[in-house]
């Protein structure tokens, strides 16, 4: 009689427990279906570019990989990508410049250090139509013109002028091999007079009839966004010389205004809204190869929107993003490797 009980029941509970053990399975294998979407819909897959993954369908993707921040502080590359890391070296940008510094004969860059301004004595010199000697780049350089000699030494803030000490406001320094003064210290050395264009942002010697423009790097450059054209133009001493399709934010999400460029990050890690972080070079990590952040948004801390590269670039050209702009991975590095913190960033509709 017991016998007979406990059959059936065996029986029920063996069907019951391969129907858990099936669903169990079916489980994971969602799972598993579910993190492959994931990772290829994060990765850029331009056959699923509005899909949403499963399990986080509340929150579409392109908000999910637009709604996070700039972390530089662990970006560690996963894999080698360095190969996109070519085409900056003998980039567009390097090729309009060095034509556009051959028409630019009233114009050069200068340097600023701890908020004084320098510009090359060479360029000096050569303004002036003087020689310019200089046994090594540490060594002491002679200028010698029609005004007579000037003797400065680098990292001293003593010079002399027909032997006669010039004392200096802030030192000469060496930078990149390459000797530098003090803008404003050309008068007291050469005679020269100095003043500072607000409007063009240059400084201005006169000598004569002679006028030289000294332009720091930060402000010889501009970038311009125009949010319906999807486009970034990039200006050299007021000359276009570049226009690259980007992404751009949908709606107002990339911010109308006058902002700067103010850090800036190779292969930078990624911190996901949800808390995640993704380490730079991997390949959820939307923020690609470089990363220059702007101030935008109010933002002083240059993390929050931001000019960077993309793992999806079928999405250049279009106005998708949750405000940054996306570049190609090598145009990304270009403009890295040329523009300077500090640099203006205009965006108009």
């Not at 003087?130 to 000699?149: D, K, R, V």
């Not at 006169?206 to 200006?235: H, N, Q, T, Y």
Request: glycine letters at 10%; one cysteine or more; aromatic letters at 6%.
């Amino acid at each position: 009689m017991n016998g007979q009980e406990t059959g059936p029941r065996d029986a029920a509970l063996q069907r019951v427990g391969r129907l858990l053990l099936g669903c169990l399975v079916a489980y994971f294998v969602l799972v598993v279906a579910d993190l492959a979407l994931y990772e290829r819909v994060l990765a850029g897959d331009s056959t699923r570019r509005d899909a949403v993954a499963p399990g986080v369908a509340a929150v579409p993707v392109a908000q999910r990989i637009r709604a996070g921040s700039f972390d530089p502080d662990e970006g560690v590359p996963v894999f080698e990508q360095r190969e996109a890391d070519a085409p900056a070296r003998q980039g567009e940008l390097a090729r309009a410049i060095a034509r556009l510094k051959g028409q630019l004969r009233d114009t050069v860059e200068g340097r600023r250090l701890a908020g004084s301004s320098y510009v090359g004595a060479e360029d000096v010199a050569r303004f002036l139509g003087a020689e310019l000697h200089q046994a090594s780049p540490g060594a002491p350089a002679t200028t010698i013109s029609t005004a007579g000699m000037v003797v400065i030494t680098p990292d001293a803030k003593q010079a002399e002028r027909n032997y006669k000490p010039v004392l200096l406001d802030e030192p000469a320094r060496l930078i990149d091999e390459r000797l530098y003064v003090p803008t404003r210290a050309v008068t007291a050395l050469y005679e020269v007079a100095v003043r500072w264009d607000e409007e063009a942002r240059r400084f201005i010697l006169k000598s004569g009839e002679r006028e030289l423009r000294v332009a720091m790097p930060e402000d010889i450059f501009d970038l311009e966004v125009d949010r319906s054209d999807r486009g970034l133009k990039i200006f050299y001493g007021g000359h276009p010389i570049a226009t690259w399709r980007m992404c751009v934010g949908a709606g107002n999400n990339t911010p109308i205004g006058t902002f700067h460029i103010q850090n800036k990050g190779v292969w930078p890690g990624w911190r996901a809204y949800w808390g995640e972080f993704m380490p730079g070079g991997s390949r959820r990590n939307p923020l690609g190869a470089r990363w220059l952040g702007t101030t935008a948004r109010g933002r002083e801390t240059g993390r929050v929107i931001g000019i960077h590269g993309t793992n999806q670039p079928s999405s250049i050209g279009r106005r998708i993003s949750g405000g940054c702009m996306r570049l190609t991975n090598a145009h990304a590095i270009e403009l890295y490797d040329t523009i300077p913190i500090g640099t203006r960033v205009i965006i108009h509709e």
